[in-house]
């Protein structure tokens, strides 16, 4: 009788030690299911802020063109001997139709 006593119980720790791995197998399964989702949305979001940041470097790129442009004629301007000049070259950014259009008509800067 104590020998069939031990066997149930010692079944009985067996299948509570396999039910315990099985649930922790489970569980791991579950957290590598969620890092990869974690994983899978951060690398989406990197890739989404290296696509904006690009587009921002291109615009801001343009931006110093223009404005490089803008300053070579600037110091063209100032450092011209000719007066006739501001009538013969129109400001790319301001004057494109030079200096003697009606004063009127001109933007104020």
């Known amino acids: 009788r104590k020998l069939q006593e031990d066997k149930e ?3 009985d720790e067996e299948m509570r030690r396999k ?8 569980r791991n399964t579950a ?3 969620r890092f990869r989702v974690k994983k899978k ?3 989406q979001a990197l890739e989404r ?6 587009a921002k470097a291109e615009a801001l790129e343009k931006r110093v063109q223009e404005l490089e442009t803008e300053t070579r004629w600037l110091k063209s301007l100032i450092t011209e001997r000719d007066p006739d000049t501001l009538e013969k070259v129109g ?5 494109p139709e030079g200096l003697d259009e ?7 800067i």
């Open 9 to 11: 119980e010692s079944g």
């Open 19 to 26: 039910a315990a791995e099985e649930d922790k197998r489970r």
């Open 31 to 33: 957290a590598s299911a």
């Open 41 to 43: 949305l951060k690398e």
């Open 49 to 54: 802020t290296a696509r904006e940041m690009t």
């Open 91 to 95: 400001c790319p950014c301001h004057h």
């Open 102 to 108: 009606p004063a009127a008509k001109r933007p104020r």
